[in-house]
């Protein structure tokens, strides 16, 4: 049967940022797919030598905006580990507090982008109608929407009063219930469950060895999170990963779906134990040596590492994100599929791509 | 130094990767980083398992030929890729290899991160 080689990106209606693949396909079948980066590659590694090890922290906020607060998280816990700095308890509950409400407008915001990837409108328009709550308690918490600026090399820069802790509650209450309200709709609805169910499989083997993170992992049977090793202050909550077994679009979608109840409760939680005291230590010295920190992002595991040299600048800075782990898997999940499955099939992989080339 | 890591060499780099992946540990990343004083490069390998972080630290001289360990683990490949573009540390055999324009125009000869740029000139002398 005669192959053609068609372009998918880097601009589709289906995706925020661009990606081009490369797809061999018979007839109307996928048999393969050949990334192709570099339309949105920014080198911001390389600005540790131009900008100090302080000023990185913006740097690294604009890795990804959508979870600008967690790459500045694990920026800070990297440097902090080579200036041996212990930050206060209630800094890492207030870091706990402000990653948890970017996974839940992360996941809220994937979720209304993937009905509207199959043409879901409405669904779109309600997924995005809860998030604007969580966008109004950082706006009101942080001073922005998304890129946040709370943390800084030694705590957090700002605090939360008894008043906005329990405005946050609230404000927590309505997304969840509204969130239950589009439950039986996104994971029963016919056109749903018809686009992702037995779509894009993953299976169990082909996530560990292809190197799967996050909601992509997870949805394929692994119950790993790195939430688990207790950064910052999970060690002192209690949650279980959200785990699936079908690998299929389907299946990621759940997981997605679910870790939003995780995170409310984990925000509940981190606001009951939140305990009193600085938010921030003064940073003494400068960074020297290595250190290699990793947190879990809304599309999954991300890793820093860190070179110090003794200078107001790192020798070296390394990001790895999240998307750039799940492209290797997405090349599994495209072969065997029908074109038109294609666009569900990237989507799922909650895809960033200013984070995966930085 | 990091935490639960083990120096490799170019020969014993393959072995050890393989011994990795038998036991079942995931591949988490790759790390370059140039050893300016040294005129090498460090290449690290992050690997996990159950949560449990473990590096290979491969030092090597700036000229020297990496095997490529994407044949072993092929999410490897967008790693070396990026290594190759960025730092122009000389992987061969890399499963897709992109030539040094994975991120980079193929017209661009020098390495971003790294004033060296043995790969890409190598390649470009070829070329003519």
């Known amino acids: 049967m005669a192959r053609t080689v068609l372009p998918f990106g880097p601009q589709h209606p289906v995706l925020p940022e661009p990606i081009h693949l490369k797809l061999v396909i018979e007839e109307e079948k996928v048999v393969e797919a050949i990334p192709n980066l570099g339309y949105v590659h920014r080198g911001l590694e390389k600005l540790v030598d131009i900008r100090d090890f302080n000023q990185m922290v913006n740097i690294c906020e604009r890795v990804c905006g959508i979870c600008s607060c967690i790459h500045a998280v694990n920026y800070c816990m990297g440097t902090e580990q080579l200036l041996s700095l212990e930050v206060p308890t209630r800094a890492n509950y207030l870091r706990v507090i402000w990653m948890e409400l970017h996974r839940i407008h992360s996941h809220l915001l994937w979720l209304g982008l993937f009905a509207d990837g199959f043409g879901f409108e409405s669904l779109f328009m309600q997924f995005w109608r809860i998030r604007e709550k969580i966008m109004d308690v950082m706006e009101s918490t942080a001073g922005n929407r998304v890129v946040i600026s709370v943390n800084i090399v030694g705590g957090v820069r700002r605090d939360l009063s008894a008043e906005q802790t329990k405005w946050i509650l609230e404000e927590l209450d309505k997304v969840e219930k509204g969130v239950r309200q589009l439950e039986s709709t996104i994971l029963n609805e016919y056109t749903v469950c018809k686009r992702t169910k037995g779509i894009g499989v993953l299976t169990k083997e082909q996530a560990h060895q292809l190197g799967a993170v996050g909601p992509t992992l997870r949805g394929s049977g692994w119950a790993q999170d790195v939430r688990m090793t207790g950064y910052t202050a999970y060690g002192d909550l209690d949650f279980e990963p959200v785990v699936e077994h079908d690998g299929d679009c389907y299946s990621r979608t759940k997981v997605r779906f679910r870790e939003i109840y995780v995170a409310c409760d984990l925000v509940r939680q981190a606001i009951a134990k939140l305990p009193a005291g600085e938010i921030a230590v003064k940073v003494k010295g400068k960074p020297d040596g290595e250190a290699w920190t990793r947190v879990e992002q809304p599309r999954g595991e991300l890793y820093y590492y860190h070179k110090g040299n003794g200078t107001n600048h790192l020798a070296r800075l390394r990001i790895r994100t999240p998307t750039f782990a799940n492209i290797p898997p997405l090349l599994a999940m495209l072969p065997g599929i029908t074109l038109a499955d294609v666009p569900i099939v990237v989507l799922s992989i909650d895809p960033c791509i200013s984070c995966t080339e930085r | ?128």
């Open chain 2, 1 to 128: 130094m990091l935490p639960n890591e083990q120096a490799v060499t170019l020969e014993n780099l393959l072995p050890e990767v393989q011994k990795r992946f038998d036991e079942g540990l995931r591949l988490v990343g790759l790390t370059a980083v140039e050893l300016t004083d040294q005129n090498a490069f460090d290449v690290l390998y992050h690997f996990d398992k159950d949560l449990n972080v473990q590096h290979l630290r491969l030092t090597v001289p700036k000229e020297a030929p990496v095997p490529s360990t994407s044949g072993i683990y092929f999410l490897a490949l967008l790693a070396e890729n990026e290594i190759k573009d960025q730092f122009g540390v000389n992987f061969q055999n890399i499963l897709i290899d992109f030539g040094c324009a994975l991120y980079m125009e193929p017209e661009v000869v020098t390495s971003p991160f790294c004033k060296f740029t043995y790969v890409k000139k190598s390649a470009k002398e070829g070329e003519e």
